[in-house]
């Protein structure tokens, strides 16, 4: 299914905001109900190790991995693979992850984040 890029930047604005606001109601209205979340540590960063399948556990990993450091890092958009997408950035503005999703325009069906540094870009983006 093929998503234009304002829809699929809209919904990632609505899970930052969610996640930003701690808004577990908001998270799990975006989320389809057979959402999973894949994590990349790649053995060198703290993730999860098996994806994590439905929308009440991806939203409850989202709140406790996300929404509990809300107020230590930031989002930026980016672009991954030709696709909107974000990352998170430490208080440094060291980038921590890049996070991917795909959606059918209307819910997050999935959502990939890359979390091993060997997979990070090193460079500070810039956030403007």
Not at 80 to 87: D, P, T, V
């Amino acid at each position: 299914m093929q998503v234009n890029e304002t829809a699929r930047r809209a919904l990632l604005d609505r899970f930052v905001n969610a996640v930003q606001t701690q808004d577990k109601e908001a998270l799990l209205a975006l989320f389809a109900e057979g959402a999973t979340w894949t994590a990349d540590g790649g053995g060198k960063a703290r993730a999860a190790l098996k994806v994590i399948r439905g929308r009440e556990r991806v939203v409850r990993f989202a709140m406790g991995a996300l929404a509990r450091h809300a107020g230590k890092f930031s989002f930026s958009p980016v672009t991954i693979n030709n696709e909107a997408g974000l990352a998170l950035h430490t208080p440094d503005g060291r980038i921590f992850s890049v996070i991917s999703a795909r959606t059918d325009g209307v819910r997050i069906l999935d959502i990939f984040t890359v979390l091993n540094p060997d997979k990070l870009p090193h460079a500070k983006e810039d956030k403007a």
